[in-house]
Structures are given as C-alpha cells and as structure tokens.
C-alpha cells in the first residue's frame, strides 16, 4: 500500500515583505514577485538618501560598522593617543553620537578640515555615548553633542564649543579653535592670500 500524500494548506500564507526561512515550504517557492523586490530596493535607496543624505562611506566608517561597542572605543582611545604622540601643534576631539543628526551632518566638513589642516592639527572622533569615553566626558565636562574640544601638544585643554544651537554656531566655534591654535606662519599666508 502507497505512503499516504503529506497534507497541504489550501492556503499559503505570505507577505511580501516577509523573508524566506525554508526552501521546501509545504506551499512550494515563495519568491517575491518582481514587483516587489524592486519596491523593497527603492524602499532602502529612499531610506538611505533621504534619512541621512551626507553619509559617506569613509575607511573608518566602514570599519566602526564591523567593530562592538568596546572595540570601537578602544580604536578611538588608541587614535587619540596616536594624535597627542604625533607632536602636532593641536589636537581637535569631536565627542559626537551616533544618534545625533547634526553630528552626522559635520562628518564631511571635519573630514575636510582635517586634511586642510593635517600638517599642524589632529583630529579624533569619540562617542559621547560609549562608556570608554567616561573619564574624558567627565574631564572636558561635555554635556552636549556636538563638542570640540581643543588639546595642546601636551594634552592639555584650551578651549571648547559652546552648546551648539544651530549647525553655523557649530561651524563658527569650530572655527575659532582652529584659529586660537593655527600656528603663526599659517595664519599669515592664509590672511594674505583671502
């Protein structure tokens, strides 16, 4: 006598948006329809321009993404140590979160001073948010993000942003650090070539 025919629904179940979990479903393939899949691409392309439209994919970006908690702390500790061990005129420290749109939107222009200035200036990130970085918000006294916070070549504490109201007031203080620190022969070409 025959094995009896495994039973099947005479309904399956299934939304679009839900993913595959077995290749041998009792309802045979599953797959979303094309419409779908280019909906769901478009959804995500949407997501990424529109919720964060400034994001770059930066080498360091990329590997915080792949990092935990801790180790993203400690490559940001051991960046800043590398920074005060440079002998460079400044050290700038941007505490920042990962939370913090107007953080996000500062990415690109940090970026760009730090290479505009890399002869003469470091630049680390922190995360106010990471507990590795307790001692330093304690220290600073940070209580808001964005914060800048302007170090010596010893290390020592010279100046801080103020609390940032707008994205110009940010860019404003920031500039300012840049200028009390920026080593005179700097300052003269860039007075005379403006």
């Known amino acids: 006598m025959a094995a009896p025919l495994p039973k099947t629904p005479l309904i399956c179940w299934r939304w679009p948006w839900d993913e595959i979990t077995s290749t041998n479903s009792p309802c045979g393939n599953l797959e979303l329809p094309w419409l779908f899949k280019s909906l769901k691409t478009l959804t995500s392309l949407a997501q990424t321009l529109l919720v964060d439209p400034h994001h770059r994919q930066t080498p360091a970006r990329k590997a915080s993404l792949s990092l935990s908690r801790e180790e993203q702390g400690e490559a940001e500790h051991r960046a800043l140590a590398a920074a005060l061990a440079s002998g460079k005129e400044a ?71 103020g609390v940032p109201t707008s994205r110009m007031h940010v860019i404003a203080g920031l500039s300012h650090l840049l200028q009390l620190k920026k080593p005179r022969r700097v300052r003269d070409t860039t007075e005379v070539s403006s």
């Open 91 to 161: 050290t700038l420290v941007e505490f920042y979160s990962p939370k913090c749109r107007l953080c996000s939107s500062l990415l690109g222009l940090v970026l760009d001073l730090e290479a505009k200035n890399s002869d003469w200036a470091s630049f680390v990130l922190a995360d106010a948010e990471n507990e590795k970085w307790l001692p330093e918000l304690v220290h600073y006294d940070i209580k808001y993000v964005p914060c800048f916070v302007l170090l010596d070549k010893y290390g020592r504490a010279l100046a801080k942003t």
